[in-house]
């Protein structure tokens, strides 16, 4: 029953990506829930604060328990709300990382709103993701790699050394420490 990876991680980490070149080089079967979230209609409408699209949970886990049934290769999920896959399907969840100071540099090259950035760097740095994930997975379920200075196909090799039991266990990752360290802290407090 357990068929399914999961790959998480806060907006512009590298998932999809990622994703996309592991469902090609290891014959996963690939789900990307924003467009899975497109496609079933599971969109009810757009938050103006946020700028971002609200998702209609229930329906979206419908969705993915339908297809997940399948028989065959196994799947790959990747999204930034992966908790929402019905856990007796996953096998592990690999949350990808990335240095809010990077990640800011990529979020404003994308062209988010200020606001955007600022609310994904904080979930970034309050390790949003992960947590979602252990809660919705369970602590051995879950592995964390830090996609910083890893040039693509080295964050796919470490993806996919994670789905196989060998990554950074949860927790392992702390950025408030790091930006500490670095006297870099005070950029993202506000
Ligand atoms: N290892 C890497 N090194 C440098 N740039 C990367 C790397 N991986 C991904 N990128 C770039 O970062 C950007 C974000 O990647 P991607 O769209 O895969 O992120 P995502 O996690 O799927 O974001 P979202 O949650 O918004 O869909 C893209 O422009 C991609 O080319
Ligand atoms: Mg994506």
Known sequence: MKNTIVITGTPGVGKTTV??????????RLIELNSLAKEARALSGEDPERGAAIIDEAKLKRE???????????????????EVVPPRYVERAVVIRLDPRILRLRL???GYPPSKVDENLQAEILDSCLVNAVEAFGEEAVLEVDATGLDFQRLV????????GRGLPPGSVNWVERLQKEGALHDFLR
């Open 19 to 28: 994703a996309r070149e592991l469902a090609r080089a290891d014959g996963y």
């Open 108 to 110: 404003v090259e994308r």
């Open 157 to 164: 090799a470490s993806v996919r050394e994670a789905i196989n």
């Open 64 to 82: 993915i328990a339908k297809a997940l049934k399948a028989d065959g290769p196994k799947f790959i999920v990747e999204g930034h709300y992966g």
